[in-house]
């Protein structure tokens, strides 16, 4: 198995409270993505990196925003929550190259 | 835009009764193509990459293949632990990853 783990597995939040979910890797590699996950939708890119510090946006990056200050650790932030946001939201890792992503077991995120 | 479209979105097979799941795409300038398995309250687990058209992939009941258009996943002799969705993801040249919303296979004993 890849080395990621996602913290929390589960979480249940009001709206308009601040959630922070967090993605740590073991296996040192350059890339790192935010994905939500919605019956009926594929898999949907929120944010990526391509290193420390360097972030960019992905096709549904309003209302969250991201954070990689160290190479293991990419965190995702939404502000201020929204039952829009009521989601799976799963992280991944790539390595350099055209290499597959190997993905998380996912965080199942619910706002009341 | 590049789109991934996978069918049939769900599928009931019995144990042993093969059969082929589908995704069309368009891409600009595809660099790779993804098939991956998904269980029940986990992240996806990678099978297959496939580059170019003409290319075949193979694991134990499994095979993928690719044309300019499509990929298909065929499953020969399914057995029940093969249940699973199974999602379909493409590469294009400026490394956008985009996914289909997936097949959700069941095989029955």
């Known amino acids: 198995d890849a080395g990621i783990t996602q913290s929390p597995r589960h979480k249940v939040t009001e709206t308009g409270t601040p959630v922070t979910l967090r993605c740590h890797q073991t296996e040192n590699h350059r890339y790192m993505y935010w994905y939500r996950q919605d019956p009926g939708h594929g898999l949907r890119l929120i944010h990526y990196s391509y290193g420390v510090k360097d972030t960019d946006k992905g096709e549904v990056s309003d209302g969250y925003s991201v954070s990689r200050s160290k190479t293991e650790d990419f965190l995702l932030t939404l502000e201020s929550a929204t039952s829009s946001q009521t989601s799976v939201y799963f992280c991944?890792?790539?390595?350099?190259?055209?290499?597959?992503?190997?993905f998380g077991d996912g965080t199942r995120l619910s706002i009341l | 835009e590049d789109q991934v479209t996978q069918s049939p979105e769900a599928l009931r097979l019995q144990e042993g009764e093969s059969s082929s799941l589908n995704c069309s795409y368009t891409?600009?300038?595809?660099?790779?193509l993804f098939w991956y398995r998904q269980d029940p309250g986990k992240g996806p687990e990678f099978l297959f990459t496939l580059y170019s058209a003409g290319e075949e992939k193979e694991k134990e009941r499994l095979k993928a293949t690719l044309t300019k258009k499509e990929s298909f996943l065929h499953i020969t002799a399914p057995k029940p632990e093969d249940s699973a969705t199974y999602l379909c993801a493409v590469q294009a040249e400026n490394n956008d990853m985009r996914f289909g919303a997936g097949t959700r296979l069941t095989v029955k004993p």
């Open positions: 991944a890792i790539r390595k350099e190259g055209n290499q597959p992503q190997h």
């Open positions: 891409v600009s300038g595809l660099r790779g």
